[in-house]
């Protein structure tokens, strides 16, 4: 997927757009506010750092056990 200068805020929202549209995977979903103070209203999360205590991030792993 090429980069688009200008996108701002939107920049990591197309990447999930692109994820939703060829995947039926619906943990894209499973997030939480990263603590930045910033807040979606949407489905989509605002940054990477909202996927840093998702579901998939508190499965135990291998190293875990």
């Known amino acids: 997927m090429a980069m688009l200068y200008g ?12 994820i939703i549209a060829n995947s039926d995977d619906e943990t894209i979903f499973a997030w939480s506010h990263a603590p930045t103070g910033r807040y979606s209203h949407g489905l989509l999360a605002q ?4 996927f840093e205590n998702s579901i998939r991030n508190s499965l135990p792993t291998i190293h875990d056990q």
């Open 47 to 50: 940054s990477p750092a909202d």
């Open 7 to 18: 996108e701002g805020d939107k920049a990591f929202t197309r990447p999930q757009e692109q």
